[in-house]
């Protein structure tokens, strides 16, 4: 019986070790800013508010220094009229406040919110994002392209179809940002460098 404890110990620490390399490789700080890095990132706040949660503001910022920061205003309940705006930061939630919305008389407040998953795509936003990057490579000599902010700007009108996809990024030692927006479909709409 005692053989066969150094055996269990290595393989306790193998396990250990082993889980612990995979959390870090599913940390959303740590992310690419790709269809797949975002894809992990849209499973993360799905993981946090539901897969039916509505959000009016979506954003993922990027810092060299802390990673991926996610900040969503976001509610289960639309009818309630009350939100709640998180911030995602080194796989920490944190509240920042509660929010009560207001709409038009006769309206639902889910008319002026978007799910993710159905028209809006957190994936689909990172490809854009791998695309934006190539067509600096392409056209600028940019190296390596990095993210500022990717985010979704959805209109205060609850006109979906004015929704687009805002995509800021820069050259890896700093300097002038470069902007993208794309529609929802990912059809460029605008670029500004």
Request: aromatic fraction near 10%; proline fraction near 4%.
């Amino acid at each position: 019986m005692t053989s066969k404890l150094p055996q269990l110990r290595a393989f306790v620490l193998v396990t250990i070790v082993l889980q612990f390399i995979t959390s870090c490789g599913n940390s959303t700080s740590n992310q690419p800013a790709t269809e797949q890095g975002f894809a992990t990132i849209e499973n993360a706040l799905k993981d946090k508010f539901g897969d039916n949660a509505y959000y009016t503001d979506l954003s993922i910022t990027y810092s060299e220094s802390i990673g991926n920061i996610i900040g969503v205003t976001v509610t289960e309940n639309p009818e309630s009229l009350k939100m709640g705006q998180w911030n995602l930061t080194q796989d920490n939630w944190q509240q920042n406040s509660d929010i009560t919305i207001e709409v038009p008389q006769g309206t639902k407040a889910a008319d002026y919110m978007f799910q993710l998953g159905n028209t809006v795509s957190l994936s689909k936003l990172g490809s854009l994002v791998e695309q934006a990057s190539q067509k600096l490579k392409d056209d600028k000599g940019l190296k390596n392209p990095t993210l500022s902010i990717a985010a979704l700007n959805f209109p205060n009108n609850g006109n979906a179809s004015q929704a687009q996809y805002a995509i800021i990024l820069k050259p890896e030692h700093g300097g002038t940002s470069f902007q993208f927006y794309y529609k929802l479909n990912g059809e460029l709409i605008d670029m500004d460098y």
